[in-house]
């Protein structure tokens, strides 16, 4: 028997209905997509897994979007889930949303189209791919993995099942940053050199003593494939990315942004630097363990360099023979030659038209390009392979630092070149069940 999926049965009973009934029906126009609403046979549904600061962030602009209907949420923080799910339903104006405490229930819901991952770190691959092959659709925040294996599982993975994915690295929609990156890659600027881009510097911690887990917390399951340690608050949460088992510091949190920026902005989305070097300083004791300070330098095969900086404020700066272009997160954009920027005014009108202003605009536009590829079935903005290659920049950043020492890299066979103990550290074990 030929298997019809849950949108064209929708469609098609409902047109049934409409013409087998004679007498007159009254139709709520929402029911036709009409008056600015999507037909629920056209809406996409979606399911939501991890809801901290950026969760929330993400929930709230794709609940302003009339072609996504949310039905779950989950998270192993009783305090975050609850929030979540009164946020939904007072949206909805009922109580259908149903709130999980383990993803994997979320998951196994036939009815849901897509998911939103904003886990920490360290559950994004696995959290992935498991979706993956429950056939959902996927937009996951950055970084793409914990490790470089893990982000070519998730690329690979992708690609298997055919799977829809945007990183969730929105500064490629920015009008500000993708006008800098239409700089780059324009030729205005003459042969490119040298990119810069600016983390900032990472913080320390002292000594954080064990601490009660708080009630309404599933702090096994938060740990998930992570090592065992004892809870303290700050392990957990947005301070988790300062912390090796969980993230990479400021490198794989601002670098996932900036140096993504900078592998577009080179035409390198495929591939990635050969040889990286650098200095780093890291806290002498405490909870947090990656760098404080940093410098690296990424040099790739035709000899451009893309330099790490731990300053602020957030940006990506291109220099060529003929000019330079810069772009900061305070909205900053400038350019030698000046002539350069007289270019913007078109750019920026074309990109922005039609969409909505505000707080979420640049939101709005990343989530919009993943709604709208999972419909034409495309590829988005910040594909798996893309993500894994800028995410794989960091991730051999922070190697090179905690390992001391030049590393040589082969973007094809994604190894290091005559150093055993750098290519030990491409993956980590996992703590059982959990396994890629």
């Excluded at 998730?154 to 298997?160: G, L, P, Y």
């Excluded at 042969?191 to 954080?208: D, N, R, S």
């Excluded at 495929?270 to 330098?297: A, K």
């Excluded at 731990?310 to 990506?316: I, K, L, S, Y």
Aim: hydrophobic residues 35%; contains cysteine.
């Amino acid at each position: 028997m030929k298997k019809i999926s849950r949108r064209t049965f929708l469609t098609q009973t409902t047109t049934a209905a409409i013409t087998a009934v004679s007498a007159p029906y009254f139709i709520p126009s929402a029911a036709l997509g009409k008056a600015g609403t999507a037909a629920p046979s056209q809406r996409l549904t979606m399911g939501v897994i991890g809801i901290g600061g950026q969760g929330m962030l993400n929930l709230r602009n794709f609940l302003t979007c009339e072609d996504v209907r949310i039905l779950a949420v989950c998270d192993v923080d009783r305090n975050h889930l609850l929030a979540a799910k009164s946020v939904v339903d007072e949206t909805y104006q009922n109580q259908d949303c149903t709130a999980y405490n383990d993803f994997r229930e979320l998951l196994a819901r036939a009815d849901i189209d897509t998911v939103m991952i904003a886990t920490p770190d360290h559950w994004h691959a696995l959290i992935s791919i498991a979706a993956a092959r429950a056939g959902k659709d996927i937009y996951c925040e950055k970084p793409i993995s914990l490790t470089i294996a893990e982000g070519r599982a998730v690329a690979d993975t992708m690609k298997r099942y055919g799977t829809v994915y945007q990183s969730g690295t929105q500064r490629r929609s920015i009008e500000s940053f993708e006008f800098t990156i239409r700089v780059a890659r324009s030729g205005m600027l003459g042969k490119l050199h040298t990119i810069h881009t600016y983390l900032g510097e990472g913080p320390a911690a002292g000594v954080m003593p064990p601490e009660p887990i708080p009630d309404g917390f599933d702090y096994d399951m938060w740990l998930g494939p992570a090592p065992y340690e004892p809870y303290t608050p700050r392990r957990c949460h947005g301070t988790f990315r300062f912390i090796y088992d969980y993230s990479g510091g400021q490198l794989t949190d601002l670098g996932a942004h900036f140096n993504d920026l900078a592998q577009w902005g080179n035409n390198t989305d495929h591939t990635g630097p050969v040889e990286f070097e650098g200095r780093g300083e890291f806290p002498r004791d405490g909870l947090y363990n990656t760098p404080t300070r940093y410098s690296v330098t990424a040099t790739y095969a035709d000899g451009v360099k893309l330099v790490f900086h731990d300053e602020r404020p957030f940006a990506v700066r291109f220099e060529g023979e003929e000019g330079w272009v810069y772009t900061d997160d305070n909205g900053n954009v400038d350019a030698e030659p000046k002539s350069i920027l007289k270019t913007r005014k078109a750019i920026q009108y074309a990109y922005v038209e039609g969409i909505r202003r505000g707080y979420y605009e640049y939101m709005t536009g990343h989530h919009r390009n993943f709604l709208n590829c999972v419909k034409s079935r495309s590829q988005t903005t910040s594909a798996p392979e893309i993500a894994h290659r800028s995410t794989t920049v960091c991730h051999i950043g922070n190697l090179c630092l905690r390992l001391g020492r030049r590393l040589k890299w082969d973007p094809q066979t994604e190894q290091f070149t005559n150093d055993p103990q750098a290519n030990r550290m491409i993956s980590r074990a996992m703590r059982a069940p959990w396994h890629l």
